[in-house]
């Protein structure tokens, strides 16, 4: 393995594996760190965490956990991924992880570039963009758990660092790949271990992986990896093949948790034409809604591609949340997503396209999976997995919430069945 990543959720794990396999690396995506399994070669390993959202100090032990298992490996660079929108907290986790990770490899400086070019997420004056909107004006500053409320990364960032934190400019990124490694060396000597590196296209991020060839440590969004397999390349350690994807027929099944603008309307068009089973909060916490119920509902409508979902509209999240808890309705929503998927893999559901990253995360883990095979992207950041878990073959599309058009759903089954 030449290439270790680490990503803090599962839908951007799989968005992460996409963009190393078409930029040409034998991918594998790990869920959760592996623990004496099979070994499965690859050039560039994914392990997928769900860190994003909890304590600093657990995310930071999980990831060193990751890192290490990586390094056994053999790896000689490490990436951390997080979201394309910066999800975290002011208190956590980019920080923390990031921080920990420069110090347990003892690395002096590391990019930050939360973007990706292709779903509208640029970074110019250390401030983000989602297409033509500043990241606090996108839907994410309504995001149920970790509502983004500013755009500029450099100050967002600092609320979770101990160190200062750099900028390299957009002016200097168009100058090319001297530039901005001697502008990192700068930050560097400054003291400032963590620098908020410019991009918009996907040329500034071959730029960019040109100037980091050597950097221990790489942050940031799936854009970040564009320029990395070419370092590789370049020296002569690429050529293995990845294991193949093949589709699967069987029944399809949706599965939506996430709340985002686009997973809203995702939903709404899947509703046109398929049947729909409501998953209310205060139902799932009560009791009134089951797991039971919700896998009936699904038996009865199997051939239709039936969703199960969550998904709601802001006021409504608020609403739930003020009444019972964010963190209780969120784990309480995830469990029952969790165990709703094992019982319908029992069932014999051979394809189930999730939509949102914790959601992805509660899903991945009730099924105990082990790896995935990187099939070919539905959308973009999407990519199709192909997975074998408690003896059953099973395909998988995690949807990160704000992806996808608007068909995804409809897409995505078919994808997944495609041989
Ligand atoms: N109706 C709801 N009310 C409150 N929280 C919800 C509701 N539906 C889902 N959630 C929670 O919101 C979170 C959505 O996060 P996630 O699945 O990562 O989606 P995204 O990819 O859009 O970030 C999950 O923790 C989920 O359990
Ligand atoms: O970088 C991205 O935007 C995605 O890869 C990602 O991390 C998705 O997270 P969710 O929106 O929570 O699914």
Not at 88 to 105: H, K, M, Q, R, Y
Not at 211 to 239: M, Q
Not at 341 to 360: F, M, N, P
């Amino acid at each position: 393995m030449l290439l270790g990543c680490i990503a803090d959720d599962f839908t951007g794990a799989s968005d992460l594996a996409n963009t190393l396999a078409k930029n040409g690396m034998a991918t594998v995506q790990f869920v959760g760190v592996p623990r004496g399994r099979e070994s499965v070669t690859c050039e560039a390993g994914v392990v997928a965490l769900k860190t994003r959202s909890i304590a600093p100090a657990e995310a930071v032990r999980q990831s060193l956990e990751a890192l290490h298992w990586l390094q056994a490996q053999g790896c000689s660079q490490f990436l951390f991924k997080y979201c394309s929108t910066f999800d975290s907290t002011p208190e956590g986790n980019i920080g923390p992880v990031a921080e920990a990770l420069l110090d347990a490899l003892d690395v002096k400086v590391a990019v930050v570039c939360p973007i990706f070019p292709e779903t509208g997420r640029t970074l110019y004056q250390g401030h983000l963009f989602v297409k033509d909107r500043l990241l606090s004006e996108s839907g994410m500053e309504n995001h149920p758990l970790n509502p983004m409320t500013d755009p500029d990364i450099r100050r967002w960032l600092r609320r979770q660092t101990r160190g200062e934190v750099g900028l390299v400019s957009y002016d200097i990124v168009r100058q090319g790949a001297a530039a901005i490694r001697d502008a990192l060396d700068h930050e560097a000597g400054a003291d400032r271990r963590l620098a908020v590196v410019d991009a918009v296209t996907n040329d500034d991020l071959r730029a960019i992986g040109a100037a980091i060839a050597d950097h221990g440590l790489v942050t940031g969004g799936s854009g970040i990896a564009v320029g990395l397999p070419e370092n590789f390349r370049k020296a002569g350690k690429l050529g293995a093949t990845s294991a193949a994807f093949t589709g699967l027929k069987g029944p399809g099944v949706v599965l939506s948790g996430s709340c985002s603008t686009a997973s809203r309307a995702q939903l709404a068009r899947h509703l046109d034409r398929h049947p729909g089973f409501a998953v209310e909060p205060e139902a799932v916490l009560s009791g009134a809604t089951t797991v039971d119920q919700a896998l009936a509902f699904v038996r009865d409508h199997i051939d239709l591609a039936p969703a199960v979902h969550s998904t709601a509209d802001p006021d409504r999240v608020a609403a739930a949340q003020q009444r019972f808890g964010r963190e209780r309705v969120a784990g309480a929503i995830e469990r029952f997503f969790g165990a709703l998927a094992h019982q319908l893999v029992r069932a014999g559901v051979t394809r189930l396209a999730v939509g949102g990253g914790e959601t992805s995360g509660a899903v991945v883990t009730a099924l105990a999976l082990d790896h995935f095979a990187i099939g070919p992207e539905i959308d973009p950041g999407v990519p199709a997995l192909a997975s074998r878990g408690s003896g059953r073959e099973i395909r998988l599309a995690l949807k990160s919430g704000n992806f996808g058009a608007v068909d995804f759903y409809d897409k995505a089954l078919r994808v997944l069945e495609r041989a």
